[in-house]
């Protein structure tokens, strides 16, 4: 019974996207519904994604000088309010601890929905000279924002995220941190992932609470809307002033330090979906994968068909993460099932194969079905899983770069916006106003000032007609 | 400034153990407190030791075909309530939220003191029939129990840990993954931690919350108290019950599932601290140290000196876990600052050293200093790790076999609990009065009823004189 429900087929993409995620979501095994409201459940499948990143991405941090740390769960009413612009920021959407071990609490505490105010209490206490600088800790944890409406992995009450949080000696040390990280993550989300992103500079009305400059990584989905997929803060000295933290300089005087903040979360899960993903579920990319090789044997109760599909897993492919499928299921549903994971190959090997010394690789990205030497899949499956890494890039790639547009003026956005998945580039006044009126008219909002590809297209304003200030990349976003 | 405390000396174990345990996670800069009441903060040195027995243990788990998954962090107060033993053990430890997104809830949650109504939840939804069977689930997380009374590692209002809860066809299944769990746990103290621990069965007044049965591993520290280092419980068919949870089983009938569960916590950090450290600071096992070796250059200012460190570190010890430490403070220090963090080999190398072609190895466990060509670093000092693995082992061991006593009456129990440090052996009645009349008279409770070494030693309870049941091991706590 579970193996047909596997097979059902699931609503196409082209028919509803929004249908296609949340069948991906439940067939694939990724996650669960929990009962509690705005929560969801991160099954096998989908924490093993989560694992991957982490390990994964924590080896890239660590290379730049990161540290792990863990801070409390809680942040005390008044330590939220001490940085202005933070408090008004995340308050109205915090989850508020009001009693415990049987008592009313003195001072309620929220559940943190970000730590910067925990690490500037942490490093008032630890930063007191240049030589304490830079601090570059990070933390993997979960963080709750109370949101309305939720969606598995995009959007929902409580999520896994790593948090870095630094401090240094200069604005200009904290900016090259800032950018630094952003790079991290978008070589990441381009090497691991094969998501190609867009990497630029947040408005003042999307940047984060207290920041006085977010720079953002943004993806596009199959459906050309856009997914934030990292952001890294420059908080300047504001926090530090704040919170009083102050180190004594190589001048022998007293100054604050420079901090940065930047975090990328499980979000990213619905990044591989909606970026990989086709009518047949999921398709991740080799360096992610839980399993990248997926045996699949036929007339497994023959003699010697288990045997070579084990020697192929144990001795051929030793080193990579194999498995070898030899439940009592027919080979078409390990077929379903295989694609609906979405892993990258799947080797068929019967008896008339092993009589001829080979088997069947089919490639999940391509669906391509390839005859290989036994004796040479060793040889040949790292060499394909790297082939397809790339071209699971280049293809995300094609997708982003022919789906930008550019408006030079407002019926042309509007309209583009309206008919033409994707993204819009047009000038921007730098006023709140115009990003305010846009949303209003197309659903669409300022994605990023991108750093590349940002000389002027006009000299106006695409919304109000006024001197333009800035190339802006619009989209629709998740 | 900072070298200065590093070197400052510590408390020394014998005047008074708990300001030496203070000490010592403070200076090797283990963990902070926080401006949030019973919660701590894990420095860098301190989460690099948690990340190590994370990989470690985690590797041990999946071997045994646990898989991980990630479950909320807040259980609605009817899903707390759903089995009556459990809510009565947790719900007067319990943090509440009460408002969310400027909103009171409509129903208060708990902060998740442990998950096992989640899981059930969860069961309750993907098992049906007994192919479904067994689900062996693991999360690694963080539980928040409003203690009272805390201290660093040892008890917090939050802590680090992972929770298994799996779920088997029948009541042996669930007895064997009980306690095949059990055993990892010992296995990973012995042979990564190097603590050695007993094994055994809890009594039911220290049982777990809903529990048939409670099996626990008890570590001793230095100072002859016990740590309890790792528990797993097996449930029946209790909360299965309570949650409404069946499968459809072989004989096409409904059935309830048997159901364990199973946690370790970073206690174990306060554990390596009271078996191994010593009046310098923190002794690490080689296998969990972020550091294994700390190389100091002599002179380094002279030429070659840092060249010969460097290439130590990364020709003849790659592979290992290295730290060249050529930071600008004397060597006196950095010794000082190595010993104090436990780091379990150092090599100083300085110019005369190098004329000669050696360098001097000193082992943190025992101080010995030995002179060792450097030529010959790349094969004796991974065999070195092993021998201090090894050997804090035995130290470990010899220490808690030779701090068991064993009283006949009662008087002689008094008296040994009072003057001896560590556990008593005595037989009782199987009572709860008695438990808590021993606990009255000398605070120490019943550790365990261990599986090896139980043969009566005499047919009365050392309390009340009526017949006994079981032998006991007992002992003060922490």
Redesign the interface.
Known sequence: ??DKKMVESITSMDEDFAQWYTDVVKKAELM?Y???KG??????AG??L??NIQSILDKRFKETGV??????????ES?LQKEKDHVEGFA???????????EKLEE??C?RPTSET?FC??YK??I??Y??LPKI?NQW??V?R???TTRPFLRS??F?WQEGHTMHETLEDAEDRTVQMLNVYADFLKEDLAIPTIKGRKTDKEKFAGAIATYTIEAMMHDGKALQSGTSHNFGDGFAKAFGIEYTGRDNKLHNPFQTSWGLSTRLIGALIMVHGDDRGLVLPPHIAPTQVDVVPIQQQKEGVLDICHKVEKEYLSGLRVKVDDSERSPGFKFAEQEMRGFPIRIEIGPRDIENGECIVVRRDSLEKITVKLSELKEYIPSLLETIQNDMYERARDHLDHSIYEAKDYEEFKHLIDEKPGFVRAMWCGDVECEDQIKADTTATSRCMPFEGNEPISDKCICCGKAAKHLVIWGKAY
């Open positions: 019974m579970k669960d929990s009962s509690v929560c969801m459940i991160f099954l096998p924490y093993a989560w694992e540290e792990n740390v863990y801070m409390p769960l809680f942040i005390p330590l109205p959407e915090v989850a508020w601890v009001t009693e415990g071990g049987g309620r505490m559940v925990l209490d942490l206490n630890i007191h000279s030589r304490d800790f944890c979960s709750v109370w949101e309305k009450r409580e896994l």
